[in-house]
Each structure stands twice: as structure tokens, then as C-alpha cells.
């Protein structure tokens, strides 16, 4: 399988404290792999390195032959920016604005100029933000909405339903079933699945949700003491016995 993303020995530090060390991590092309690990192993701040929100202090991040480890996202090359997408923890909706401008808003200023855009641009943009909602199993009355007016789970939805407007090659996902009640979080999981293989997207996900793991992973490390202790695949789990991968059989 094509490596879509190699880490090799990162190190990542604040101040004067390790949070990551010697992390070696190959992500296939449209691979699903879940980062577990206790609360402060460490796993979030990988995928933050991985997404260009921190750059390393140390070590390698191979994007698609393209090294990023010393990047923010924001300067990063193009190429590499408009392959990614990140779904929050916290959702990261915009409060004011619309359901239907948060879905939009990163095709939206991709294709404006300046702040302005033409007014068939604006009924584009309109009928992808319904597309999305239909993706993510969600009406399109709810363009108008602001998020507050949604439940928790439908927030998630419509994260998602942004998340994919820019058709993603490389899908991270940090935390995407906190907070959520069972039926919703596996409801979720499912979803985010059938979208990843809808636009054959490589997913990593930062989670500690069991049920998450088992509709979501093909592949899991396990982050503790600062650095990879465990890798392998659903049925390995079966075969390792460590008290914090016990809870994920």
C-alpha cells in the first residue's frame, strides 16, 4: 500500500516538558487508523502535528513526498493544505453564521476574491451546502439555522457536512464521539466510514471510545510513555494483553 503519511522520530515538547518522543508512525493511502491512549499520553498533539496546528521540535512529517514537520498549516504548500481536513473535538462551528455558511465556508474562500463573490457563485455555493446536509443524513431547512439551535448531534453532522465540502484526501478526527450519547456516537462512527469511503479519504482518528474504535479502525497504535508502545490491527487486540487495549476488545 502507498504510504500517504510517514512520521519518523518526532519529538514534541512545550517548554520543558516531553509530550511526544521518537514517534514513528506510516499512514497508507486510504488507510483508517485510531490513536488511543490515556488522557495527556500525547495523542492529540500528534494529530496537531500531523494537521500543521504545532510544528515538531524534532523528527520528520512526510506528507505525500512533501516534508511538513516544520510547517503551520497556514503556510504549508497548497498541495498539501487542500488535502487535509479536521473535524474538532468541540465542533468548531461558527456561531455567527448561518448552517449553510459554516458548511461553505472553506469552498467559500477558496473561490472568492477579495471577500466578494458573484451571485451564481452564492447559488453554487447554496446547493452544495443541501448536498452535504443529505450526505451527513440532515434537512436542508436547516441552512438558516445558527448552531446553537441544534442538538449536540446534529452540530456533529453539520461539522462533518464542512468537513467534506472540500472533498478531503486525508480525514483527521479528534475526538469525534465525545460527549455524544451511545446510539448517536455509533451512528457517527458509521457515518464517518461511509464518507471516508465515499471520497476515498486516508482517516486518522484520536479517540478513547471503544465503540468508535470497533466501526471506525483497520489499524490502532497505542500511545504511553511518551511514544508508540503497541501497533497492529482489529484481530490483534484479540492477542495483546494491556490493561488500557483490554477496554477496546
Not at 486510504?30 to 500531523?50: E, N, P, Q, T, Y
Request: glycine fraction near 8%; proline fraction near 3%.
Amino acid at each position: 500500500m502507498k504510504e500517504k503519511i510517514v512520521v519518523t522520530n518526532l519529538c514534541k515538547s512545550f517548554n520543558d516538558t516531553t509530550i511526544l518522543q521518537n514517534i514513528n508512525l506510516k499512514v497508507g493511502d486510504r488507510d483508517s487508523l485510531a490513536i488511543v491512549g490515556g488522557s495527556g499520553s500525547g495523542k492529540s498533539v500528534l494529530l496537531k502535528c500531523i494537521s500543521g496546528l504545532f510544528t515538531a521540535n524534532s523528527g520528520s512529517i512526510i506528507i505525500d513526498g512533501i516534508e511538513v514537520s516544520q510547517v503551520y498549516v497556514s503556510d504549508r504548500p497548497s498541495v498539501i493544505r487542500e488535502k487535509m481536513g479536521m473535524l474538532f473535538q468541540s465542533n468548531a462551528l461558527f456561531d455567527s453564521m448561518t448552517i449553510g455558511e459554516n458548511i461553505t465556508f472553506g469552498v467559500y474562500n477558496k473561490i472568492s476574491q477579495n471577500g466578494y463573490i458573484s451571485t451564481d457563485k452564492r447559488i453554487q455555493l447554496n446547493k452544495l451546502a443541501e448536498e452535504q446536509l443529505e450526505i451527513v443524513g440532515l434537512s436542508k431547512n436547516i441552512l438558516e439555522k445558527s448552531p446553537y439551535e441544534l442538538s449536540g448531534g446534529m452540530q456533529k453532522r453539520v461539522a462533518i457536512a464542512r468537513l467534506i465540502s472540500t472533498k478531503p484526501e486525508i480525514i483527521l478526527l479528534d475526538e469525534p464521539t465525545t460527549g455524544l450519547d451511545p446510539v448517536t456516537a455509533g451512528n457517527i462512527s458509521r457515518l464517518m466510514i461511509e464518507i471516508k469511503e465515499r471520497i476515498n479519504a486516508t482517516m486518522i482518528t484520536i479517540t478513547h471510545d471503544p465503540i468508535c474504535v470497533s466501526e471506525i479502525a483497520k489499524n490502532i497504535v497505542l500511545i504511553e510513555s511518551k511514544t508508540i508502545s503497541w501497533r497492529g490491527n482489529i484481530a490483534d487486540l484479540q492477542l495483546v494483553d494491556n490493561p488500557y487495549l483490554n477496554s477496546f476488545k
